[in-house]
């Protein structure tokens, strides 16, 4: 059973554009939901995170919305760049010493 | 954040035999963990290092397989066992630090297996 359901698998934008990224979550307990970029041949970086508690948050050109009654939570990318190709993946926690659970990842490619 | 290195950063071995993943953190972490990246896929957990005891292995994963220690606080290995082809993959160190409920990445252990 997947715990954390990401979508699109990939997603192709033009540069300045603002590619959304969707994830949904059936584990209620889950109470931190962090946002992973990966770069070819590196491990994946922790990008912006949120907790339930807040509907939005956003640093810098990324921006994490979140719907709790929904059970879903999103990534926009503001004035995307070339630079910002890159596979993204979602997770989840639940506190008290547990793994992280990832989505299977959209691979995000922008285009000049 | 936490600063995580692993050596190898990649191998090519002969089936059939073992190779001994190494990660280093640079500081205390309450939670160690290694997971299994197939190219182009998701993360696979495949257990959580704890210190001075057993790791706790996911569904799929084996200790004969795939043993791991956790001497101290800071440090951990995985050791892919009698490999076969099928292990080829990138293997991920992570560390979640006291108090912070995050995790971070190694850079990886490229394994290519003949």
């Known amino acids: 059973q997947q715990q954390v359901k990401q979508s699109p698998q990939s997603l192709i934008v033009q540069k300045g554009g603002i590619p959304i990224i969707n994830c949904a979550y059936e584990n209620t307990a889950f109470d931190y939901f962090p946002w992973y970029q990966q770069f070819p041949g590196k491990g994946p970086a922790l990008l912006i995170a949120i907790r339930p508690d807040v509907s939005e948050k956003k640093e810098g050109r990324f921006t994490i919305s979140f719907n709790k009654s929904a059970k879903q939570f999103s990534l926009h990318i503001m004035d995307s760049q070339p630079g910002d190709s890159a596979t993204y993946f979602c997770?989840?926690?639940?506190?008290?010493?547990?793994?992280?659970?990832f989505g299977k990842g959209t691979r995000l490619s922008v285009i000049a | 954040s936490a600063v995580i290195s692993q050596k190898p950063s990649r191998d090519i071995c002969q089936r059939g035999t073992s190779l001994t993943i190494q990660c280093q953190v640079d500081s205390q972490v309450t939670m160690m963990f290694w997971y299994r990246q197939q190219p182009g896929q998701s993360l696979t957990l495949i257990a959580t290092a704890n210190q001075g005891s057993e790791a706790t292995y996911e569904s799929g994963f084996v200790i004969d397989k795939f043993p791991i220690s956790r001497p101290n606080l800071t440090f951990s290995t995985l050791t892919v066992s009698n490999m076969s082809p099928e292990d080829s993959s990138i293997y991920l160190c992570?560390?979640?630090?006291?108090?912070?409920?995050?995790?971070?990445f190694g850079p990886g252990t490229r394994l290519l297996v003949l």
């Open positions: 997770a989840a926690l639940r506190s008290g010493n547990t793994p992280l659970v």
């Open positions: 992570s560390a979640e630090r006291r108090l912070q409920e995050t995790q971070y």
